[in-house]
Each structure stands twice: as structure tokens, then as C-alpha cells.
């Protein structure tokens, strides 16, 4: 979000005209009314990265209009951000300022932090990191009471950790996540507790099983795994699956598997055209699931062919959605087999176009 985007008076009218723009594309589905779900008006991104802009010994953090790399604009406020982002900026802009060896060839800055109030920084680099650098990085971290990365091409120095703990509270549980750089995190925190308690109040009990594709990290994995007897959970990122375990043993959910699979290899896994070692851990065979509901939360592309396929034969698909346009290609497809049951829409991302959607599935044939 560019600095002339930022208006938090218009914020809810914002998001109530991008939801009816969502409801007319789909109209053509007999959707229910959406349950709208606002963002505060800042101070909710927990994710930030800027290019660094140098002037001679003078630096900023900028961006750049889409499509305009030419075109640079100076970051001096970012109210949207995660107050531990927003104190940090300004203190370590000076700091790099006045620090040749941390300035120097300083390319850009990410920021990833938590409602529960960590920080860690990564610096990304044109050239290498050397003893000199990470003295002064540990003094810059002291300084900051944050968690320091240095990146530069084939180079990574970690100087704590490379992940942040977060404790997000759903309906009264509290759930700890760590969240390991450079992994996909949900960047609107409030927002992601209230697609949490959406997904619970909706999601009824069962003695059955949920086969969730692209978990990531286990967001939504861990609050559900109660509405069901066993889950099994996918996700490609090493990183991320990693990171899932973990958060699943925090939080003594039991009932809980992870696979390092993609979607399509789940695909191929669950029609029994291929056989995959990374499976191989499961509590029980493949074939003695019992899977009824399928959750997807799939990039802004949506699913292929193969996943829709699969997705046609659960009693129940709960799709999240980044993107309107790609979940309304897909629904085309799931017509003929799925009604829409619940509908919500949730303000992911204030003040620009995109809108976060919540979609419960039913067969046609329940």
C-alpha cells in the first residue's frame, strides 16, 4: 500500500464497495448473504518489506507504484503496520545512516512481527557479510530488541533466530505458531483470528476427517483439528511443514498429521496412482481415512484441474480465497456437484482491490 492509499476514514466504505463488487461476481451461484468481516484502519500488518533508496550517505525506505520501478516513493510513515514495525523504522533508518557497514549495499528490508510483540528484521544485501557486519548487526539488534538476518546471494547469517513465536487467541484458546522467516504467514493480524473463529463456528463436529491442502505453518490446522477425528494436512514449503509440526506439538493437538506434499501430489496419492514415501508416517494407510470435508487455501491462482476434481467428491470443500476472480473460475466448476452454504468475506487488505473470501461448500447429493 502506497502512502496516497492510506485513508482511514473511508476504510469500512472501502470494504463494503470491494464486498459488493465480490457478491455481483458471485451472484451466478445463488450465494448467501456474505458476513463481512472489517479490519481496523491500521496498525494491522504484521509482514512489511521496502526497497532501501540510497543518496549518497543518506538512505530511505521506498516503493514503487505498480508497474512504475522508475518511480520511487519515500516511506517516512507506515501506519498500517504492526506497532512493533512502526517503532522500529525510523530508529533503524537512523542507526544504517550512520553505520557505513551496515549501510553499505543495503538492498532491502523485511519486517516480520506478531500480536504477541516479536520482531525480526532481515537485511537483504549486494555483496557479503563479513565479521565486521555481523558485530555491528548484533549491537544494531541489542539496540532494537529485535531478531537480526543478514541475507546476501548464497549467504544467510542468523544472529538469534529465523522465526518469531505467535499467540493468536481463537474463541478463547489460546494457540502459539512459530513463524519462520520468509514462510507464508496471514499479514492482517486481526483479521486472521476472525477467519479462525469464522471457520470454527461453522465447521460442524464430526467423527469423520478433514484432508486440508496448502496448511502452511497450520493456521487454521490447529484450531479445527477439535471438529474432527483425525486431520491430515499438506503443504510443499520444508520450512513451513516444519514449522506446523512444531506448532502442533505446542499445542498438544494430537490428531493432527503433516506431509510435505503438493496438491497435486496429494491428488495422485489419494486416487492411488502413485505411491509417496513422505506418507509413509501416517497414523494409518491412506485408503482407512475417512475424508469428508476438504479445506484449501490456495495461492492467487487458485486450484487445477486435478484438485478440482478431487475437491468434487467431498460432502463438504471450506475454501479460502485471496482472489475473487480465481475462486469464481473454480466455483464454475464445483456447480454441478456443490451449492454454496456460508459465504464470508473478510477485509485482508484495506484500502486496495483485493478481499479475502470465506466459502463452505456442500454437496448437492447431502
Not at 501430489?265 to 476438504?294: C, G, I, K, V, W
Request: hydrophobic share 40%; aromatic share 10%.
Amino acid at each position: 500500500m502506497l502512502p496516497d492509499q492510506y485513508q482511514p476514514e473511508l476504510c469500512d466504505s472501502l470494504f463494503v464497495t470491494k464486498s459488493s463488487a465480490a457478491q455481483a461476481l458471485l451472484s451466478p451461484f445463488s450465494a448467501p448473504q456474505p458476513v463481512l468481516f472489517s479490519s481496523p484502519p491500521n496498525g494491522y500488518r504484521l509482514r512489511a518489506e521496502f526497497r532501501i533508496w540510497h543518496d549518497g550517505d543518506d538512505l530511505n525506505y521506498v516503493m514503487f507504484p505498480p508497474g512504475q520501478r522508475d518511480k520511487p516513493q519515500v516511506i517516512r510513515h507506515f501506519p498500517i503496520a504492526g506497532s512493533k514495525i512502526t517503532e522500529s523504522m525510523a530508529p533503524l533508518r537512523k542507526c544504517l545512516r550512520n553505520t557505513p557497514t551496515l549501510r553499505k549495499k543495503l538492498f532491502q528490508i523485511e519486517f516480520l512481527s506478531t500480536l504477541s510483540g516479536e520482531l525480526l528484521i532481515t537485511l537483504v544485501y549486494h555483496r557479503p557479510l563479513d565479521e565486521a557486519w555481523e558485530v555491528e548487526a548484533r549491537a544494531l539488534a541489542t539496540r532494537l530488541g529485535c531478531k537480526l538476518i543478514g541475507r546476501s546471494r548464497k549467504q544467510k547469517i542468523v544472529l538469534e533466530d529465523e522465526w518469531v513465536d505467535e499467540t493468536l487467541e481463537v474463541n478463547g484458546e489460546q494457540y502459539r505458531y512459530r513463524q519462520p522467516e520468509q514462510s507464508f504467514t496471514q499479514p492482517n493480524g486481526p483479521i486472521n483470528q476472525m477467519m479462525m473463529q469464522w471457520l470454527l463456528s461453522e465447521c460442524e463436529s464430526t467423527n469423520t476427517d478433514l484432508l486440508e491442502l496448502y496448511c502452511g505453518i497450520g493456521n487454521f490446522t490447529l484450531p479445527l483439528a477439535q471438529k474432527f477425528r483425525q486431520v491430515l494436512a499438506t503443504e510443499l514449503s520444508k520450512k513451513a511443514t516444519e514449522a506446523a509440526h512444531w506448532n502442533a506439538a505446542m499445542n498438544k493437538v494430537s490428531n493432527v498429521s503433516f506431509a510435505r506434499l503438493s496438491a497435486e501430489d496429494m491428488t495422485l496419492a489419494l486416487a492411488n496412482t502413485r505411491h509417496f514415501r513422505r506418507l509413509e508416517h501416517l497414523p494409518q494407510p491412506l485408503s482407512q481415512y475417512d475424508f469428508s470435508t476438504l479445506l484449501v487455501d490456495p495461492p492467487r491462482a487458485g486450484l487445477d484441474q486435478a484438485t478440482l476434481t478431487l475437491a468434487s467428491s467431498f460432502e463438504r470443500v471450506v475454501y479460502i480465497s485471496c482472489n475473487t476472480e480465481s475462486l469464481r473460475d473454480n466455483l464454475k466448476y464445483l456447480m454441478p456437484t456443490h451449492c454454496i452454504d456460508r459465504l464470508a468475506f473478510f477485509d485482508q487488505f484495506p484500502y486496495t482491490n483485493h478481499l479475502e473470501s470465506g466459502v463452505i461448500l456442500k454437496s448437492r447429493a447431502l
